[in-house]
């Protein structure tokens, strides 16, 4: 197979291919862009392989960075442009079951590939468009399935992490994971916990915001790789009723923890300990926290003036669409236009501030933000104008002061 037109990001990088195969050596495109142009999707990132050694490609480009270069990995920098290029290698056992012990650089392509994860992954693809196809990885894009390079139980020992990417790759391109591919996850699901959480939390995002989020989660679900996951261990029955009801990925990450959160039924408590467990932000349990309590209301009714003030226009359309996943009408438009109804958007727009409450005398400490937050609820909420001299009247009032 040939590609006749290639993506601008792969033309701009052939120049750096071509000055690799003058001086001697194989060059190729490899990995995802390979895969994702085949199938007519934008590309990101461009990754070479070569059978240049490190140090050789370092003396053909003037200005490389070394970004893993104990793993034959060479960043070229032309003309602005970063291309991670990496020495064709063989590898050594995974005691951790995620890196080789050791990697060893050979002139081989074929041994390069064939220790790759998935046949659709394993494409190469020199500088003028021809396709390199050692396992058949393009009949697995045309009949749209991901099956494992070489040996499944083999591949999945080696780097556990693989076994998510299966999973995410099913969703993402809405692809099926071919039996025996499968029935190795099974087998090796329990290697998951070795892996680290955060490695599993980036898979397992992708996963939920892929395009078809039903072809992943049934295996992840099948396999029991979600057995292995960080307190998903008790909550099987929500999962499948997620994978029930989720037809279209979620559309970022606060959504989708939301979701989970909510599938689980985690009082506002719990969901602290469980995000810290897939090692998310404070920021975003925060986050997660209020969009979780509106979505919880919107199951049965609307939001008042303070929850609505809470989520604000960001997490409006999170709350929201969790409640609609989980069967409640979509109430977005009617949301979003009730926010912007409300006296004032952030704790920013209160016509007072505490210098102004010091001024009319009451004194610093933490009684000061305890007013302006009974100031703050009660403008959002239309119990008092959002005018300077009512509130300092107010405030006064709450400290007795008046």
């Given at each position: 197979m040939k590609l006749e037109q290639l993506p601008q990001e792969f033309e701009l990088a052939r120049p750096v291919l071509q000055t690799i195969e003058r001086a001697g050596y194989e060059a190729y495109f490899v990995g995802g862009s390979v895969r994702d142009t085949i199938l007519g999707k934008a590309?990101?990132?461009?990754?070479?392989?070569?059978?240049?050694?490190?140090?050789?490609?370092?003396?053909?480009?003037?200005?490389?960075?070394?970004?893993?270069?104990?793993?034959?990995?060479?960043?070229?920098?032309?003309?602005?442009?970063?291309?991670?290029?990496?020495?064709?290698?063989?590898?050594?056992?995974?005691?951790?079951?995620?890196?080789?012990?050791?990697?060893?650089?050979?002139?081989?392509?074929?041994?390069?590939?064939?220790?790759?994860?998935?046949?659709?992954?394993?494409l190469a693809m020199r500088e003028n468009g021809e396709v390199i196809d050692l396992f058949d990885g393009l009949t697995d894009l045309?009949?749209?399935?991901?099956?494992?390079?070489?040996?499944?139980?083999?591949r999945f020992h080696e780097d556990a992490l693989r076994m998510?990417?299966?999973?995410?790759?099913?969703?993402?391109?809405?692809?099926?994971?071919?039996?025996?591919?499968?029935?190795?996850?099974?087998?090796?699901?329990?290697?998951?916990a070795k892996i680290a959480v955060e490695r599993t939390q980036v898979e397992l995002l992708k996963l939920f915001t892929g395009k078809a989020p039903q072809s992943g989660l049934q295996p992840f679900l099948t396999t029991g790789l979600w057995q292995y996951c960080p307190t998903f261990s008790d909550h099987e029955a929500a999962l499948k009723d997620?994978?029930?009801?989720?037809?279209?990925?979620?559309?970022?990450?606060?959504?989708?923890w939301t979701l989970l959160v909510r599938a689980f039924d985690l009082s506002?408590?719990?969901?602290?300990?469980?995000?810290?467990?897939?090692?998310?932000?404070?920021?975003?349990?925060?986050?997660?926290?209020?969009?979780?309590?509106?979505?919880?209301?919107?199951?049965?009714?609307?939001?008042?003036a303070w929850q609505l003030y809470q989520c604000g226009e960001q997490l409006l359309p999170v709350a929201n669409s969790v409640a609609v996943i989980l069967g409640a009408p979509d109430r977005e438009p009617a949301l979003l236009a009730a926010w912007q109804a409300l006296p004032i958007k952030t704790k920013k727009a209160l016509a007072v501030t505490g210098r102004d409450l010091m001024q009319a005398g009451i004194q610093p400490g933490p009684q000061l933000g305890d007013l302006l937050a009974q100031l703050e609820h009660q403008v959002v909420t239309s119990q008092l104008p959002n005018d300077r001299d009512p509130l300092i009247q107010q405030a006064l009032t709450l400290a007795n002061l008046k």
């Open positions: 590309i990101h990132d461009v990754d070479i392989a070569t059978s240049a050694y490190p140090d050789e490609i370092k003396h053909l480009f003037k200005r490389t960075v070394d970004t893993g270069i104990e793993h034959g990995t060479v960043m070229i920098l032309d003309h602005g442009t970063g291309y991670e290029t990496t020495t064709f290698r063989s590898e050594s056992t995974y005691t951790d079951f995620r890196r080789p012990d050791h990697v060893t650089f050979v002139r081989s392509l074929a041994e390069d590939l064939k220790r790759r994860d998935f046949t659709i992954n394993a045309k009949q749209r399935r991901i099956r494992a390079v070489g040996n499944a139980q083999e998510m990417r299966a999973v995410r790759f099913a969703s993402q391109l809405d692809f099926t994971i071919v039996p025996e591919t499968a029935a190795a996850i099974a087998a090796h699901a329990q290697l998951l997620v994978c029930h009801r989720l037809t279209t990925g979620t559309p970022d990450e606060t959504t989708t506002e408590s719990e969901v602290g300990p469980f995000l810290k467990q897939w090692k998310t932000s404070n920021q975003m349990i925060t986050a997660v926290q209020t969009a979780a309590r509106a979505a919880t209301s919107l199951a049965t009714a609307d939001l008042d």
